[in-house]
């Protein structure tokens, strides 16, 4: 049986955080007071509305919105992204002001817009640190019956809780987030991922797929069409239509219906085309677009089966055209090591090797890994 897990591969251990550098907070009721006034311990779990005093809708939603992961990857050479306005998180920002209010008559420690500021930026750091805690108070909302809400806030409230919840649950317990891809200032990206179900991993972008779109920043692109096989959430497809090239974004069809989201989302749909392609048997591509052969070819992160390099090699050369550009970017998985290398042997058969490059520890959510980028020109 298919295990996603299979596609993670450590470089190194992530080295854990000094414990004797964390702050020591204590729990005891009569402490409380003293630790949600002492600012030199940073955001706490027990800063947040207690359940006790009946906090209107307006204040839970505010707190679980304003809490939200940001799902940025930023992979600019210096990164100097801006802070984002916490009222620019929230779906019903006309609450701002009156759940603000709320918290600063109970004398709660986030009353003011400089205070959720503090909050929004501390708060990956919160759940990182006392994750107990944290998961704690959203299965408190989940499970409380919310009574002093209307009917409808209250399943809203709790629905916003069991999404906080499932975020700080591990990579694969994710609900349908969209994330902020930040190429370079002039290139980033909306990517929506449903969540993670089945084995389905053509709906999340993987490291690959960032390290080839930082790539074709500095590559020149050809006037003709381009191909991307595998495309997944289209990051590396779209990366091409934003500098004007005019692009296939190829997928299997229950991958294709997000991938197309994910074009008009950014609004690229004037360059890039979406269609179903299966490696296996692209038949049903050729009757419709044509006996078609691209100037260039690109893949990322194309090998999780043992059948995978002989299908995407034979896409490869059915629709690489003699003299034609390939550009592939493969993870180096311990696991798949054989596949790999049956995967070059394959390749060295239809093209020239131009280049190889490797990069190493690009952190994703599946770990730090090592990755490699080859260049042919096809024969």
Sequence with gaps: ??????????????????????????????????????????????????????PPASVLRILLEVVAPQYVIDIREDSHESVVEPKLLLSQSQ???????WMAA?????????????????????????SAGYNGYMTRIVSSPLDWLQEDDADDIRQLASKRLSENCGRTALPDITRTVIITDEYRFKLFEPALTSDNLGLKTWGSSLILA????????P?????ELGAGTGLVGMMCA????????????????NLQRNVELNQLDSNAQVYPLDWRDPSSFIAKHGDIQYS??????????????????GAI?????????????????????EERNLLWQLLADGGELLSTDVEISLDTDWGEMAYMCRQYRWY
């Design 296 to 313: 260039m070819v690109v893949v990322a992160d194309p090998i999780y089966s043992k059948h995978h390099p002989e299908w995407v090699v």
């Design 106 to 130: 109970h004398d709660n420690r986030f009353g003011t817009e400089k205070e959720m500021t503090t909050l929004m930026e501390a708060s990956d750091q919160l759940r990182q640190q006392d």
């Design 223 to 227: 006037s003709e069409d381009i191909l």
């Design 1 to 54: 049986m298919f295990d996603p897990l299979d596609l993670f591969t450590a470089v190194k251990p992530r080295d854990e955080p000094d414990k004797a550098e964390l702050p020591e907070i204590s729990t005891d009721v009569d402490d409380v007071s003293e630790v949600i006034d002492d600012k030199s311990v940073g955001v706490h779990i027990l800063d947040f509305p207690s359940l006790h005093l009946h």
């Design 242 to 257: 934003a500098k004007g090239a005019r692009v296939m974004l190829t997928d299997l069809p229950e991958i294709c219906e």
């Design 317 to 337: 050369r059915q629709f690489l055209k003699s003299g034609g550009t390939l550009l592939i970017q493969v993870p180096l998985r311990e696991k798949f090591e």
């Design 214 to 221: 930082k790539r074709l920043v500095a590559i020149d692109l």
């Design 95 to 101: 609450q701002w002001n009156e759940g603000l209010q």
